[in-house]
């Protein structure tokens, strides 16, 4: 299985107006970056994707073991992350807060301030944090651990969608 290509787009727009004597005056934010990945393992290049709708119960946690145990789509095991050039996070529950990080033991460290930090991820939020240049985050046997903790809240379910684009060295 080779990897081809990746990218990722990000786009914030704003609007914000107000009535004036003869006019209604404006001001629009428009900020985007779009990135494109190249097949490798250098600065804006991957050669790895992994994705997964994680299923996570209520005062629960899923761990993500990002060095081992993933598999591709097609059931193919995954090389082990070295970086990760790209991960999105999206909480599909519109009830539950869910956390990200702060696994108990070889948590992914880079991502954060240290092993203990979470990203709270609020009920229909998401996250996406890039790092595509040679400075990449970084994955190692002994920080290769992402957890997803879902507070007691609604009583079903949270799906959360998981995305990597990766290098393997």
Known sequence: MAFSRGSFTVQLEGILTNAGDLSTPRSTVNVSQAQELASGTGANQADGVWSDLISVGAGSSSDINLIGGLTDPFGNAIAAMAEIAAIYVRNQDTLTAI???????????????????????????????????????????????????????????????????????
């Open 99 to 169: 956390e990200v990080g702060g696994a108990v033991s070889n948590a992914v460290a880079s991502l954060f301030g240290n092993t203990s930090d979470t990203l709270v991820i609020p009920p229909g939020g998401l996250a996406l944090l890039a790092a595509p240049g040679a400075s990449a985050y970084s994955i190692t046997s002994s920080t290769d651990v992402l957890r997803i903790t879902r507070a007691a809240g609604s009583p079903t379910d949270t799906d959360v969608e998981v995305g990597i684009i990766f290098r393997t060295s």
